[in-house]
């Protein structure tokens, strides 16, 4: 999972530990070196004392005095904006590639500069401090409102969730595997056959409340969905069932009349939660859904097919424009491989090289 991410993160990291470990092995060397030698290195690295030199080379009673000086300046020398930016500027692109969107890979970059630049880097610990400054930037990029689901269900009921996206993201079996998952958690559920458009997306849903033993609530193709929804919600009342989960038709940026359609469910309705599904393995694509959904507003996002998704950037893409939480991700085909997403699980994950 996220193994091309994971990969160039490891090479940025390893790419400026190394910058670090050449200073460290300059710094050494001009304190080893002897006098004349650290003479002609003084006047290479400190022009500004270049008459100083000058001097010493007449008198060397001097230099040793000086010496002690101009090592202790040499010796201060730290990692500078000239040696992390030809590294981040490559690695700019390499984010790209891993579906990360251009501003937050540019946040990335400036994070590291801002983190790194100048600071104090004891011997040994290099890749330690470079990777804690990855893991920070990538954090605070992560750090998302939360949402306690078992807790909000609890306080009402039914608890109506309405799940959105795009033709193909696996929003139907999603909607299976989170029912499967809260029926486990104790919670009754009753699925709605939302998506009256799509052909045969009703006998799918239905198939899934079959295996999974919950009820679903539909009516034929070409029915408001808005009203499929609501006679879910009033079979949830009269059965006392603690979550609706309703399914939606998927839809794509030239669908104004399934947008509109949206509205209204969520107008009518008054749903409890509005979920975004989003295929993982969408890339740079997913930032594009996430803006487009957000016109109806997202409460909540999960994402699928971790399970074969190499980069990964996309989650950090959509995490930054909505800052919305992300409630659980999908990593598997089974009803079981749903989880909730756990921020420091993530990065663990990213930043085990």
């Known amino acids: ?19 670090q470990k050449e200073i460290e092995e300059e710094k050494e060397k001009i304190v080893k070196e002897p006098e004349i030698v650290v003479k002609e290195k003084i006047e290479e690295k ?7 030199v000058k001097e010493i080379k007449k008198d060397k009673s001097l230099f040793s005095k000086l010496k002690e000086k101009i090592v202790k300046k040499v010796l201060e020398k730290k990692l500078t904006r000239e040696d992390l930016e030809p590294i981040l500027e490559n690695f700019e692109v390499e984010l790209l590639e891993a579906d990360v969107a251009f501003e937050v890979s540019e946040k990335i970059k400036n994070d590291l500069i801002k983190e790194l630049e100048g600071k104090e880097i004891r011997k040994g610990s290099e890749k330690e401090v470079v990777v804690e400054a990855i893991r920070k930037s990538l954090s605070g990029i992560l ?6 689901l078992e807790e909000e269900i609890k306080k ?3 608890y109506l969730m309405v799940f959105f996206g795009f033709n193909g993201s696996g929003k139907t079996t999603t909607i299976a ?9 104790g919670f009754t559920c009753v699925l709605a056959a939302g998506d009256t458009f799509r052909a045969a997306s009703i006998e799918q849903i239905e198939e899934h409340a079959k295996k999974i033993g919950v009820p679903v609530i539909k009516q034929k193709y070409g029915a408001d969905p808005a009203a499929v929804i609501f006679d879910a919600r009033k079979y949830a009342e009269a059965k ?6 309703a399914d939606t038709a998927g839809r794509s940026y030239t669908n104004e009349n399934l947008m509109e359609e949206l509205k209204k469910i969520v107008r009518v309705n008054k749903p409890d939660l509005k979920v975004l599904v989003i295929d993982s ?13 957000n016109e109806i507003g997202v409460d909540a996002v999960i994402f699928t097919k971790l399970d074969v998704n190499e980069k990964g950037g996309a989650i950090l893409s959509v995490s930054y424009l909505l800052k919305k939480p992300i409630l659980f991700i999908c990593d598997g085909q089974k009803y079981e491989d749903i989880k909730y997403f756990d921020k420091e699980e993530f ?5 085990s090289f």
């Open 281 to 293: 393995l969408t890339g740079n694509d997913a930032i594009n859904q996430a803006k487009f959904f």
């Open 46 to 52: 400190i022009p500004e004392i270049k008459e100083e």
């Open 240 to 245: 006392k069932i603690d979550v609706v989960l």
């Open 1 to 19: 999972m996220f193994d091309f991410l994971k990969k160039k993160l490891k090479e940025v990291a390893e790419k400026i530990t190394g910058k």
């Open 347 to 351: 990065l663990n994950n990213l930043l």
């Open 143 to 148: 750090d998302l409102p939360k949402i306690n």
């Open 177 to 185: 595997k989170v029912a499967n998952f809260l029926t486990k958690k």
């Open 156 to 158: 009402k009921k039914p």
